[in-house]
């Protein structure tokens, strides 16, 4: 098929219960680390490394993948278009080390115990892999 | 204009072997608007197969061109699956 298209990775990170996600300037919900991968030369599993180091200086460890997303446009713009979401389970190396790094402005950790008061204040992707069960 | 193409495909064991059919894992390539669980899915059924995907596979992205020399971007989807009835996939 012909058109633009953004093929994005990165990793979730679950730890003690708690799940970790980060908020840049741009949308007003809570997302997992992570962006578009560099056309041509990265890998999905290397896109995930670098965006974590980049967003929130993380080093991880790959875990296993979750379950992909196609979206056909995208949410905010609602530009037709394919928006291929791909994410790892991921452990983080390097918890004491971690910091918002601009644009991205605050890191958080949700507790899954209260997975019923957030999920609908994270992206719609947080929300699929909530409902596949891959954040549990 | 940025050419993309994007597979779907479920890996069927059984008994130690892997489903093909005609030297193709089952599934086919995403047209706009699908989903890539259900493409498996009506894939199977058309093959007459029942299957219930397990569990999603590593995705694998590649670049390249095609004959035209155009470049274009080809992703693997897959998941691990069994035929419904049966034992786990492996």
Redesign the interface.
């Given at each position: 098929?012909?058109?633009?298209?953004i093929?994005a990775s990165g990793p979730v990170i679950i730890e003690e219960g708690k799940l970790l996600v980060d908020k840049d300037n741009k949308d007003d919900f809570y997302k997992l680390p992570g962006g578009t991968?560099r056309?041509?030369?990265e890998?999905?599993e290397e896109a995930c490394h670098r965006k974590v180091k980049e967003e929130i200086n993380g080093e991880i460890e790959i875990i296993r993948?979750?379950?992909?997303?196609?979206l056909?446009e995208n949410p905010t713009t609602k530009e037709k278009m394919?928006i291929?979401l791909?994410s790892y389970l991921a452990k983080l190396k390097n918890k004491e080390e971690i910091k918002p790094v601009p644009p991205t402005q605050e890191i958080k950790w949700l507790d899954l115990k209260e997975i019923d008061k957030w999920k609908h204040s994270v992206s719609p992707y947080t929300q699929f892999l909530i409902e596949k069960g891959d954040i549990k | 204009m940025a050419r993309i193409a994007i597979r779907s495909d479920a890996v069927v064991l059984k008994d130690g072997k892997i489903l093909l059919e005609d030297g193709r894992l089952i599934g086919n390539w995403i047209k706009v608007g699908e989903d890539a669980e259900e493409v498996c899915r009506e894939t199977a059924t058309k093959m007459g197969m029942d299957i219930e995907l397990i569990k999603p596979l590593h995705p694998t992205v590649r670049w390249g061109t095609n004959e035209k020399g155009e470049k274009c971007t080809v992703v693997n989807l897959s998941y691990l699956a069994k035929l419904k009835g049966e034992e786990d996939g492996g």
């Open positions: 098929m012909e058109g633009k298209f093929i991968i056309e041509g030369t890998d999905l993948p979750l379950h992909p997303k196609i056909w394919a291929i791909i | -």
